[in-house]
């Protein structure tokens, strides 16, 4: 694996992501706190499976993958946020903003990894895309006002 910093700043950005949809979940208040509230719980539970199978995948391929919250500060390119009541439209307007940003990193590591013909790393950050697109969709849809 030649691209072992790129792999463990998106490692880092899925741990702080996984911490900032916390926020989110708790925090978030509105008309349709549930329906929103329940969202974001299916997005962390994802996003922590994405974490954990990518921390792995990098063991497979005997790389030590960063496991500290320092370090993941360090190389995250992510935005913590503070804990704080937010409204519906600001949760979901910060969502878009990191499935964005997900989607962006995600491609870039399955570039390099088809560069160098890792296909496994390849492969899982294809199917990254794909659920971070749907999800964008979907709050996109939330925040229309049709």
Known sequence: MKNVASVNSYLANLALWNIKLHNLHFNVEGKSFKTIHEFLEDIYEEVFEYYDAVA???????????CCMKSYL???????MASDIIPIKDALTILVGDLKLMIDQAKQVRKEAEEEDNFLLANMMEDHVEYYTKQLWFTRSFLSEN
Do not use: R, W
Request: charged share 35%.
């Open 74 to 80: 360090e190389t995250a390119t992510m935005k913590e």
């Open 56 to 66: 792995e995948l990098m063991k497979q391929q005997d790389q030590i993958p960063n």
